[in-house]
């Protein structure tokens, strides 16, 4: 179904319903120019927010063809949300609604609907962001791993493209031990997991994960003190 499909009217809300298959995020969205608003929905057992943001594309073009304007300006969306966890949102059992903040809203292109998705998932649902930051890789063929890595990428170095590199040849010479990697991230620029998977090539099966790691710090239980001193840090 279509992910900007009407559902009701703007000033009324969702209905709060179980979800069995994972997180359903319901995120108030307008198309700039049009005045038009309504919800962004995303089911993450279902569907990757790649996904969501490239069929999130296709209907926006096919909105504004309709009503008689250029479907080449359909070039993203703006995100009446706030990125600094003020957003209210409504939880229900398997679902999280948030409501529309104050504001202009945030504007976001289409290739950059992804992670913006996940930077929401890991402010108001840390309890699925990792499930779903794994989830489009375990349908790779992954053997049982003896090491462990966790690439902390600094935003906009590339050096990361040499971790690529060796891992790859050692792939190749069947020098690799199992092995999984997951990467952090903390900009947006760096989000591009698809570039990762790019550069792996043959050692692609040793990505198990891309983490959005720049929200809340919503664990003080595991360190009181780092609490208090990083409050934007979401990863240990």
Known sequence: GSRLASMMPWCILALLLACADGLHLQVPLSLPGLGYKNWLHW?????TAEEVAEQSSRTSAGYFETHGH???AATGVTLHVSLNGETPALHG?????????????LWVPWEDLPVRLHML???????TAITTEEAPFKHQNHSKSSVGMF?????????WRMLCWSLRVATLREMLVPSSMHVLVH?????????WLDQLGVAAPVLRGFHWCKGPNR???????LFEKKPRDNYY
């Open 43 to 47: 089911v993450t057992e279902r569907e």
């Open 70 to 72: 250029d479907p080449a």
């Open 93 to 105: 059992v398997g679902r999280l609604q948030l409501q529309e903040a104050e504001g202009p809203g």
């Open 121 to 127: 998932l890991a402010m108001l649902a840390p309890e």
């Open 151 to 159: 690439v902390l990428l600094s935003p906009g170095r590339l050096s």
């Open 187 to 195: 900009s947006l620029e760096d989000w591009r997991p698809r570039q």
């Open 219 to 225: 664990y003080p239980q595991f360190n009181p003190e």
